[in-house]
Nanobody
Framework: QVQLVESGGGLVQAGGSLRLSCAASGRTSGIYAVGWFRQVPGKEREFVAAIRWSGNSKYYADSVKGRFTISRDNAKNTVYLQMNSLKPEDTAVYYC????????????????WGQGTQVTVSS
């Protein structure tokens, strides 16, 4: 089992920045990849970015490429999402997810999820 806890959400003006953290605990040695997703009411959970737990592989949604950066600190078992040049359309609940088998953009493929953290970008 892997437990995930997100933090770092909040209210920011358009053009501002936030850094989200995803702290993993439990059987972290089995993690293959961690992904960030976001969701607004009435819509499906949307892929944002993903990173391999080891190695350098990263992947971004087109909507955030060049603005968001995913990174990890294995010593702290933490994955970060640095979000710059935020737009009102980035407003959502952001979730991190972990899986032991693959790095994918498909939410349903991830076995473990955090509780989410709200990001609100005002115009």
């Amino acid at each position: 089992q892997v437990q995930l806890v997100e933090s770092g959400g909040g209210l920011v003006q358009a053009g501002g920045s936030l850094r989200l953290s995803c702290a993993a605990s439990g059987r972290t040695s089995g993690i293959y990849a961690v992904g960030w997703f976001r969701q607004v009411p009435g819509k499906e959970r949307e892929f944002v970015a993903a990173i391999r737990w080891s190695g350098n592989s990263k992947y971004y949604a087109d909507s955030v490429k060049g603005r968001f950066t995913i990174s990890r600190d294995n010593a702290k078992n933490t994955v970060y999402l640095q979000m710059n040049s935020l737009k009102p359309e980035d407003t959502a609940v952001y979730y991190c997810a972990a899986d032991e088998r693959a790095m994918t953009t498909v939410a349903g493929a991830y076995a473990y999820w955090g509780q989410g953290t709200q990001v609100t970008v005002s115009s």
